[in-house]
């Protein structure tokens, strides 16, 4: 639907429920829209707040900060997570376009029959239409549960690996295709949207820097629960495990930043938030900062995994 459309008819039904205070959440990227949708809603009467904050995902919402401010919050730019809230959201994502007839060509060099199709949640929409592109040129196409993956959410890959010779993610940035290829083990090839290519993905060098990062451990251990309700993961299973080895003091942390560390006398932390935060943004902190099941891999030793949050 078109977005104008769309606002209005939200506008509409907030108005037939008696609501008249509302939120607006985005990401960075789309605090601009955020703020055009707020004067949209203002100039129909509405009490608008936009949250300046970081919101990084579906699970990244405000509602229980937000529960005495307004009356109903829009969060644009995720597909919804289910979960308990404080109050009604409406979720808008937001899509992105791109120049399939480049993606086309781009498969044309693809050597591999059966082909497992993946997206980033702004991607998803084109999914069914690449599906068919790709049928045209003989591919066998599967696509996984919603199609998408989020950086703690591989489902959609599971459960079609053992159906596929390969994977193609359609989307921008490394870090889906390969988590892909670590969890998966099939080759995954990467359409960037932005750059109009599609590169085969090597997860080596990535797990080579993760083990890095673990060699950097030593006895003393934060755990750093998250605070955001939307990413809160029990640590107790890692207590257990790691209680004989480290001395571990547990910590809670809404937004991770490096100068907030330095009171605590901790050779090393595991971070039980978002598992985007230890590995994108590990190089911002000076002391390891590891996913639990890095902290596991510590212990038990095995194959390199991707901490993944059960939705
Ligand atoms: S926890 Fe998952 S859904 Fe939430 S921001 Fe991180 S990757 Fe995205």
Known sequence: MEFMLL????AETLRDKGIKKIGIEAPYGLKKKAVDVARYFRNKGFFTVVVIDGCYGACDTYDRELKDIVQHVIHLG??????EREMGYTFIDVDFDFDIKKLKEEMEKLNYKRLGVFSDVQHVKKLEEIKKIAKLLGFEVKIGKDGYVLGCDYSAVREIE??????????T??????GASIVSKKPVFAYDTERGKIKRVNS?????????????????????VSMKKGQYVDPEYYIELGKKRFEIEILASFE???????????????????PRVPIEEGERFKKPVLTPAEFELLIKGGDYKLFEIER
């Open 7 to 10: 606002l209005q008819q939200i």
């Open 78 to 83: 995720h597909k919804e997570i289910k979960m």
């Open 162 to 171: 053992n159906e596929v010779d390969a994977f193609l993610f359609i989307g």
């Open 173 to 178: 940035g490394e870090f889906h295709p390969v």
């Open 204 to 224: 080596e060098k990535f797990v080579r820097k993760r083990y890095g990062a673990m060699a950097r451990a030593g006895k003393k251990v934060g755990f750093i």
């Open 256 to 274: 991770l930043k490096e100068f907030e560390l330095y009171p605590f006398d901790c050779d090393f932390f595991v971070f039980f938030g978002c």
